[in-house]
């Protein structure tokens, strides 16, 4: 499964067999390399960057690691090894062979899925896009590229798809996702978080914790497709995803260890008395957590859909690990527990499980999340501080579904709109939240050296030592 670099577009799909799936996605190449230098990272185009590019898609040999110029960066197509005699685990073609192709009658929900998919992989770049300005370290800036490449290369796994299987309208859904904008009001991402703004380093660091891991769960849940070239591409896109959410999850933990060293050299607990000493105070961190969290949970969409029952029944989309769960793969008849408001009261309700897929893996990326918390929590343990992060109320600021129309606390209280809007900003970042943490973006990229509101990693990318040049700006 080794990737064959001596074509222009690198691939172990043996590309050069289908000259024209080949020449398609030549001419949508270019495309992509314009789209990068105007809506990729923001004058980065001349800089050599450390960067792990994929040779194999093996587990152990797929990073080798080399200055690469972004925009020369070798993007291809990779799918993880065909599985002989794969056969779809759930829904109604339970038992059947795999699908090699996609089945005319799933053809519209299968291109709606990869559409979706797709569109988050650019999303997230072009909110990034600003984010090399106000580095708080050149090991930051580093990894900060390479979660963007990655992300490009996401979304080559999704056009490669479009076009090898959909023909004319999937190589006109490759180019619409080349056109569409995060935040633009007339031609927007598609899914919500991906139209907020990435202002900042510790919305970056919480973005990767928490929406990158939806992208696992969302990718999880694909690599279990019936439509077994699905199934390989997000196997291998989900050992990219990994760094992703190391990142977010490392960049967390390193702002609070600074905190909490800060506390401890000041003696104090007060919020003000942390920001004058240059660090973030941990109720501001806590509120953007609340924040990044409510709109990630966004992301898995209503908590009762038929798309879901239909993706699902239909073997397009599984829930995670569907292979390592011991029931029917079929769930019909089956129900799960949903939230609803009545009257001032939140109350659980027993619905078709079948319908209830997107919260099922909403409720599993919750559990994953609460993890990670945890972890953050055990810095603040060592430096013998009380303060405990969590994560809020999953009713919490939701746009998405039947809890939308609610007004819920951090709690899970419920409140009238007009409380809630009163009291929001002591639960998500208020504008001046936000121009404290700007008003700490500077940049800082010698090697070695760190911003004063976070501490150095433990170790670096690739045991490099600390102060290693990650990316020569020429
Ligand atoms: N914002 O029946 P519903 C990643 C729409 S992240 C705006 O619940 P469904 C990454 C929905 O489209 C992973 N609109 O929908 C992370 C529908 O619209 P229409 C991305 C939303 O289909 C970091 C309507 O509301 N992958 O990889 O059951 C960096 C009714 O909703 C939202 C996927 O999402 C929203 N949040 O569920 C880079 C996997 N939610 O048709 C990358 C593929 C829902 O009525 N996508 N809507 O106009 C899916 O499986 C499904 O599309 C969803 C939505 C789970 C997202």
Request: hydrophobic share 40%; glycine share 8%.
């Amino acid at each position: 499964m080794s990737v064959d670099y001596s074509e222009k577009i690198p691939n172990n799909v043996d590309l050069s067999s289908d000259k024209t799936l080949q020449r398609a996605l030549e001419q949508w190449q270019p495309g992509y390399v314009n789209w990068w230098k105007e809506m990729g990272p923001d004058g980065s185009l001349d800089f050599d960057v450390y960067l792990r590019t994929a040779i194999s898609v093996d587990p152990q040999g797929w990073a080798q690691f080399g200055y690469v110029k972004m925009p020369e960066y070798r993007w291809g197509i990779f799918l993880a090894a065909k599985e002989e005699g794969r056969k779809i685990h759930f829904g109604d073609h339970i038992g059947e062979e795999a699908w090699q192709d996609v089945p005319g009658e799933h053809r519209a929900n299968l291109r709606r899925i990869i559409v979706t998919q797709g569109d988050t992989e650019p999303a997230s770049v072009e909110q990034q896009r600003h984010l090399g300005a106000t580095a708080p370290s050149m090991y930051d800036l580093r990894n900060l590229y390479q979660v963007n490449v990655e992300e490009g290369r996401h979304l080559w796994a999704m056009v490669y798809l479009l076009h090898r299987f959909f023909g004319r309208d999937g190589r006109e859904e490759g180019t619409a996702l080349l056109e569409r904008r995060s935040g633009d009001q007339n031609n927007p991402r598609i899914l919500g978080a991906f139209n907020e703004k990435t202002p900042d380093w510790l919305s970056f660091y919480m973005f990767t914790y928490f929406t990158d891991r939806d992208g696992k769960f969302q990718l999880c849940a694909l690599a279990e497709s019936g439509f077994d070239p699905l199934a390989r591409t997000t196997k291998f896109m989900l050992t990219e995803e990994a760094h992703h959410m190391f990142v977010g999850e490392s960049g967390v933990s390193r702002v609070l260890q600074r905190t909490c060293e800060v506390m401890n050299q000041l003696k104090t607990d007060d919020p003000l008395k942390v920001r004058a000493a240059g660090a973030i105070d941990l109720p501001t961190m806590q509120r953007y957590l609340n924040f990044h969290y409510s709109v990630t949970i966004d992301l898995f969409g209503a908590d009762q859909s038929s798309n879901a029952a239909t993706f699902y029944s239909a073997g397009l989309k599984g829930r995670f690990e569907e292979g390592k769960r011991a029931d029917d793969h079929i769930l019909k008849g089956q129900t799960y527990k949903v939230l609803e408001l009545q009257g001032d009261r939140l109350v659980e309700k027993e619905v078709p499980m079948l319908n209830a897929l997107n919260e099922v893996l909403r409720d599993d990326f919750i559990k994953d999340s609460i993890g990670g918390v945890e972890r953050w929590n055990k810095v603040m343990e060592k430096a013998g501080i009380a303060f405990r992060l969590k994560v809020p109320h999953k009713a919490f600021h939701r746009q998405i579904g039947a809890l939308a129309a609610a007004n819920i606390s951090p709690e899970g209280k419920v409140f009238s709109p007009a409380e809630w809007q009163a009291r929001k900003y002591e639960w998500m970042p208020s504008p001046d939240d936000r121009a404290f943490v700007t008003s700490l973006m500077g940049r800082v990229v010698e090697p070695g050296k760190f911003a004063s509101w976070i501490a150095p990693p433990a170790v670096g990318v690739n045991r490099q030592p600390p102060n290693f040049e990650y990316v020569r700006f020429n």
